[in-house]
């Protein structure tokens, strides 16, 4: 069996260990452009077989959180540069997740307070947060969307490709789409909310035509080795229900991945998030219908890491919120050192502590 220490080979790119830094939204850009905390934090952690960066908004549009650092602007462009350069540096591969809320957004981060789009105009009976009058975080009822027409998929794909196009110009070494957690794409996949009855709706193939065509456009500039997409099945964040073809939508979607040839497909199992878990067996089923590389999180650490490979499960592991307080989360692995818990009250917002101050643990012991 594969050690999660040994090698993998990832398209055109070789992963140094198996271990891949999930997405984690970590709000610390004021203006909303990378800077040297950011380069530096990025930098820390590049011990990562991959890393995937923090959910990156290509378009106000697509915008549903504060002090979130998009991909849009030629200085955020500029910024990630020194962020990319800051991980090869360190012998390390960060791809950049492109990501769009759909209606999991407020007025506040709409041009003009315009309605957010969705697959239908449906509002979620979920909270997001945004900054109150007072400048300070708080949460607010998410907005009412309207439908998005069919005549402005060009657009939006193009939105795509040029965040993909964006990525690559800021030194990524690939582009995971985000395809979970009840944001664009999933409003589009679930059958309890898309009731759209034109060719973006109600069956499971129009269902998955939005999500596949944004997958094919990326595809198209970053190439298909060098492509992602994370989803979560059976997930409940933003409001997102169960309906009655949900495994077979999924298991539809592996197999259409399967002809395309991408990087990898990143499961999320919300489980240890206090979210519906995927089902026992489901991952196996995924596993027989997309043959190419499956990424799984979910509360992993070392030794269910380790169980996971060992069980043919998965290809990589990703590891979220440990990262965060251990930098050097993989030689503390490797070499059986203990890990430092992290501050909840410093995951999102602030400054430099609970973000860039978290000692390795050589230093620590020195």
Known sequence: MPSIFSDYPL????????????????????????????????????????????????????????YVPGIETHAQVKGWKAVTQAVHEE???????????????HASYQIGAQPPISAVDTQA??????????????????????????????????????????????????VEIHGANG???????????????DAYGGSIENRLRLPLEVVDCVAKVVGAGRTGLRVAP??????????????????TLGRRLSERGLAYVHLSDQATLGAEAIPDGFVDRFRQAYKGTLVLAGGFELKNGQAALDAGRADLIAIGRPFISNPDLVERFRNGWPLTPSDRATYYGGGAQGYIDYPRYQQDKA
């Open 91 to 105: 012998g390390g591969l960060i791809f950049a997740q492109i990501w769009h809320v759909g209606r999991a957004s």
């Open 183 to 197: 944001y664009l794409l999933e409003q589009f996949i679930n059958g309890g909310l898309n009731t759209r009855s």
């Open 234 to 251: 059976f997930g409940r964040f933003n409001d997102m229900h169960a309906f009655a073809d949900e495994a077979d939508t999924w298991l």
């Open 125 to 174: 009976n979920a909270k997001t947060f945004v900054l109150g009058d007072d400048g300070l975080p708080t949460m607010a009822q998410q907005a009412r969307p309207r439908a998005l027409r069919v005549d402005e998929v060009p657009r939006l794909l193009n939105d795509y490709k040029t965040a993909a196009q964006n990525a690559l110009d800021a030194g990524f070494d690939g």
């Open 11 to 66: 398209g055109s790119l070789t992963l140094r260990n198996r271990i891949v830094m999930a997405p984690m939204t970590r709000a610390r850009t004021r203006d909303l452009t990378p800077d040297a905390d950011t380069a530096l934090y990025y930098r820390q952690r590049a011990g990562a077989g991959l890393i995937i960066s923090e959910g990156l908004p290509f378009s106000q549009e697509g915008r549903g959180a504060f």
